[in-house]
């Protein structure tokens, strides 16, 4: 199947609570900690909230089975957050590392649509990457792409109770209470692999049963994360690896998901 504009469906009501886009590159070593209230007063009008939370520690997709070669960062760089004053929007910075999310913070919040995330990720890293070149801190080389796509289905939106998950996601089904000698389980964590084409990475989901903490409601929390880079090594070029990851996610989601609920519960419009 290929995704075009006119092909890919759409959904007037998306269950999606958070996008993030990201860029793994190789270590800014003059990229102090010092640098980040001058990078931060380039985002400040729009991102006026500050935080530091632990690193983030590289995962990069490989095809040759070497085992992954962590590196320890001395002297650490804490990975910081600017968040937008309305909360939806989170910039995130490290040594080695620059990501955008967008997420749902209230229930009328509403999803921008690919074009529009994508497009706020693009502004943001350049804004970035031209800081970095104004201060001489290095060249941002590109080691790695991430689209990760968070999609939350609370408990009332096609199941009621965790052994309906088959109702959502026909090939992670539990069978009835009255053939299964095991009650209904208490938590479901259903994790698969596929590898993009070309080997330029691997698209992982995730299926796991959670409660809300604002309300504590159940909900299914369906993952869907593309990484990788392939021959897509150039700030240039790495725009159409994200479209590309873009499709594959749609793709995952299209085929992991019930076509019912596409239709009746996320309102598919083509």
Known sequence: MTLTPQTQPEYENPPVNEVVCGI??????????????????????DYSESREVAPLVPVVERFDNLPQQPHIDVPPLPRT???HN??????????????????????DDEYPRYSKVIEMFR??????TTFIEEHNLGVIKPLQYELTYINHIVKGNGWETISDVGNIFPYCSWPPTTSASLPQPEIINWQTSFA???QTGRLHTRIHYAIRPQDNLPLFRFELTARGIGNYTTLES????????????????????SPQLQKDLWRQRR
Do not use: C
């Open 24 to 45: 793994f590159f190789g270590r800014l070593e003059k990229f102090l900690s010092s640098y980040l209230g001058l990078l931060w007063d380039q985002y400040k009008p």
């Open 81 to 83: 957050w600017f968040v």
């Open 86 to 107: 309305n909360d939806n929007g989170v910039i995130q910075v490290q040594r080695d590392r620059f990501l955008h999310n967008w997420r749902k913070i209230r229930s």
């Open 123 to 128: 502004t943001h890293l350049s804004t970035f």
């Open 196 to 198: 993009l084409p070309e």
């Open 238 to 257: 790495m725009w159409d690896w994200f479209q590309l990851a873009h499709d594959w996610i749609i793709r995952g989601f299209i085929d992991l998901t």
